[in-house]
């Protein structure tokens, strides 16, 4: 064994340090994503999703090449490790990988818009946190157009550090808001 001293980088995911806080990001992952799409020059958006979009498997034509599309999605999913605010629309476009529509595309790349324009961001972690833990859930009702289930989502934080996440369609269709919530909760205990 050898000792290669503190670690700065591994597999895409950089990692900045002092004596009490630690910054965990993926930069130059997210640069040489954004070269591998071609949007170095594109417009940013300040948001990953448009709230009023409601993707569906037979909106738009085929993509005649899904390949790219595919690896874009993948790549994101990569990137979700340090940046829970994609969770959710990585989620949405990851659904429609097998037939990827022009809709499709577009969210996708409004997401790599937005990842542009948060390009610096990551996760915080600090020595000097309370130790008390605390979770967040949430839940649309009913929010996929296609089989009514609702999407939740939830967050753990240690103190200021946020330790877990995730963005997931629910089992099954909740027939109320307050259903939908309940399981919500359920599933984030």
């Known amino acids: 064994m050898k000792d290669l001293g503190t670690l700065n980088y591994f597999l895409g995911l950089e990692i900045s340090h002092d004596s009490f806080d630690y910054f965990l990001s993926h930069t130059k992952y997210a640069s040489?994503?954004?070269?591998?799409?071609?949007l170095t020059d594109c417009k940013t958006t300040s948001t990953s999703i448009d709230p009023q979009t409601r993707?569906?498997?037979?909106?738009?034509t085929l993509l005649s090449n899904a390949t790219l599309y595919r690896q874009l999605v993948g790549n994101l999913i990569y990137f979700t490790v340090t940046r829970p605010d994609l969770s959710y629309a990585v989620h949405i476009v990851s659904q429609y990988m097998l037939a990827s529509r022009t809709p499709h595309y577009d969210a996708l790349l409004?997401?790599?818009?937005?990842?542009?324009?948060?390009?610096?961001?990551?996760?915080?972690?600090?020595?000097l946190s309370f130790l008390k833990h605390h979770a967040y859930s949430d839940t649309d009702w009913a929010g996929d157009p296609t089989d009514r289930r609702s999407t939740t989502g939830f967050c753990f934080f240690l103190g200021d550090s946020l330790i877990s996440w995730r963005s997931k369609k629910q089992a099954l269709t909740a027939r109320s808001s307050t259903k939908a919530e309940y399981r919500a909760l359920a599933g984030t205990t």
């Open 32 to 38: 040489d994503l954004l070269t591998r799409a071609a």
């Open 55 to 60: 993707l569906t498997p037979l909106d738009g």
């Open 110 to 127: 409004r997401i790599l818009r937005y990842l542009k324009s948060t390009l610096f961001y990551g996760l915080h972690y600090s020595s």
